[in-house]
């Protein structure tokens, strides 16, 4: 290939992508402005375990890498609810034994796929190499060397930046005079824990389940990790009389803990510790009305931020750079042409794994609890049962089939409606009107196409 790529982020996206470009025989520079995180540890509160499901794993089979990534995984049935007494729940995910997620280490995932992209012998890694300024008027982009403090320019073809939530590519393209940019933090924030791996048996709880201890306006979540250990991350108001804000010393969060999840107090042996050890993580929306602006494309995070409330975010990153492969594919490697459609094939399906992802915190620190809910989650079950092309329930349309995001959300309201439309004044599945259930799915709900179907 004639043209050269230039990357900005070598995270997941990133590094996914140049495996893309690299087997496509582009030759491909990533630069990152962090350590190789192969040489160096993960800070510690900086983790948050990942979720991978049907959109991820399809792209990094695409890439002929899921042998390899499948030695990272735990798959994980379904949300584990703990109560404030200590009585746990399982729900599960799906109903057919293939519909799990999988929990996955960031740092073991994004070292196995930088490894797999120098392996194309077209990709290039830069670390401690940091984006200062871009003249996108001449094609130029000046990097500074993080150890050295010296700074270069260089020539760019095609500039991809896949630099993350924070993505200095988006804020230096919004400097220049791109409009179309929002960032919207989330009133909440988060805190990594652990759980470490038990001295008789690794894993302390159930390990093929994501846990949730639901709280109303806050929660506490654990995902299994290889060893045994779980990562814990609190979720919670950043003020209020329940917030970060009043948990301010070691007694109050004991005291905490031992009031809203006494059961993890048996497991984490020094919570407060934890607590003010680690970080105080933001939570946020970023948006993008255009993702590209010249020969440069933004995608992944830089463009489209969502909090984690779906465990779609690496998942949505992994799609677009599948589509951005499709659209080279159709294109013919007409880089402009691809770069003219990619927006409008991937900015609504952002927008709409945003909102789900928004509402799904709802869900989870607090619609779960109730019995209403747990109702129409087994009528949705019942009803995907009976119509398979046309009821699917929506988190099972995000998370276990290539649905476009925006139509997934699209029939999600409609299925909605439905659902409480059957619930109303119900107390179980065996109260429901199923000749009334069958007029309105035929009514409202046309056939979904197979190609969206796992």
């Known amino acids: 290939m004639s043209q050269h790529i230039t990357m900005i982020g070598a995270g997941l996206v990133g590094s996914l992508m140049s495996i893309y470009l690299g087997q496509r025989g582009y030759k491909v520079d990533v630069h990152d402005k962090l350590p190789d995180i192969r040489n160096t540890t993960i800070p510690a509160g900086r983790s948050i375990n990942l979720a991978l499901a049907n959109r991820g794993i399809r792209a990094l089979q695409q890439v002929g890498v899921m042998d390899k990534v499948e030695r990272l995984l735990i798959p994980m049935k379904g949300r584990m609810l703990h109560d404030v007494t200590g009585k746990l729940t399982l729900q599960p995910y799906g109903q057919k034994d293939e519909e799990v997620i999988y929990s996955v280490s960031r740092a073991g995932l994004v070292s196995l796929l930088r490894d797999e992209?120098?392996?194309?012998?077209?990709?290039?890694?830069?670390?401690?190499?940091?984006?200062?300024?871009?003249?996108?008027?001449?094609?130029?982009?000046?990097?500074?060397?993080?150890?050295?403090?010296?700074?270069t320019s260089q020539q760019y073809d095609i500039l991809l930046g896949t630099d993350g939530a924070g993505s200095k590519t988006r804020r230096t393209l919004e400097s220049l005079g791109v409009k179309g940019f929002s960032s919207d933090l989330l009133e909440h924030s988060y805190k990594e824990l652990t759980i470490p791996a038990g001295s008789e048996s690794p894993f302390q709880i159930e390990k093929e389940a994501l846990h949730i201890w639901p709280r109303g306006g806050y929660m506490l979540i654990a995902l299994p990790n290889l060893d045994g250990s779980f990562t814990v991350t609190l979720f919670m108001p950043n003020k209020g009389k329940i917030s970060f804000e009043t948990l301010n010393t070691r007694p109050k969060v004991e005291d905490f803990f031992n009031e809203n999840f006494s059961d993890v107090l048996d497991l984490i042996p020094n919570v407060a510790e934890d607590f003010f050890t680690n970080p105080t993580g933001i939570l946020g929306t970023v948006r993008s009305k255009n993702w590209a602006h010249g020969d440069v494309l933004l995608f992944g995070d830089a463009s489209h931020a969502i909090v984690p409330f779906h465990g779609q975010?690496?998942?949505?990153?992994?799609?677009?750079?599948?589509?951005?492969?499709?659209?080279?594919?159709?294109?013919?490697?007409?880089?402009?042409?691809?770069?003219?459609?990619?927006?409008?094939?991937?900015?609504?399906n952002a927008d709409a794994i945003a909102d789900m992802a928004l509402e799904n915190y709802v869900e989870m620190r607090d619609s779960v609890r109730d019995p209403q809910f747990q109702l129409k989650k087994a009528i949705a079950f019942k009803l995907e049962q009976r119509f398979p092309t046309q009821f699917i329930p929506r988190y099972s349309m995000v998370m276990f089939h290539h649905m476009p995001y925006s139509e997934a959300y699209r029939r999600g309201k409609v299925q909605s409606e439905i659902l409480s439309q059957l619930a109303n004044d119900n107390q179980s599945i065996d109260d429901i009107d199923w000749l009334l259930a069958s007029k309105l799915v035929q009514d409202k709900l046309n056939p979904i196409s197979k190609e969206f179907l796992h």
């Open 117 to 151: 992209a120098e392996a194309t012998g077209n990709v290039t890694f830069h670390f401690e190499s940091k984006l200062t300024e871009i003249d996108p008027d001449n094609k130029t982009l000046t990097l500074k060397n993080e150890k050295t403090d010296v700074e």
């Open 313 to 348: 975010g690496m998942n949505c990153g992994f799609e677009d750079c599948s589509e951005l492969h499709r659209l080279l594919n159709k294109h013919s490697d007409d880089w402009q042409k691809v770069i003219n459609e990619f927006t409008s094939v991937r900015r609504d």
